[in-house]
């Protein structure tokens, strides 16, 4: 399991990546994405995001 971010509604505003405690959220051009391999499924993400655009999948 882990989270995945819709890319269709990411703003690019990056509150989710200073949430990560593990530093697997990353940027690539404006958008940001969830390595999937790393991430341990905390779930700190999703409540930092203002638009809900990340959830486990
Ligand atoms: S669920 Fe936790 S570990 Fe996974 S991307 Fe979100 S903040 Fe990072
Ligand atoms: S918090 Fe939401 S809108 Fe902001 S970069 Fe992360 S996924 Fe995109």
Do not use: R, T
């Not at 971010?5 to 990560?20: F, T």
């Amino acid at each position: 399991m882990a989270h995945k971010i819709d890319a269709e509604k990411c703003l690019g505003c990056g509150a989710c990546s200073e949430e990560c405690p593990v530093s697997c959220i990353s940027e690539k051009d404006g958008k940001y994405a969830v390595n999937a391999d790393e991430c341990i499924d905390c779930g700190a993400c999703e409540g930092a995001c203002p638009v809900e655009a990340i959830a486990a999948e």
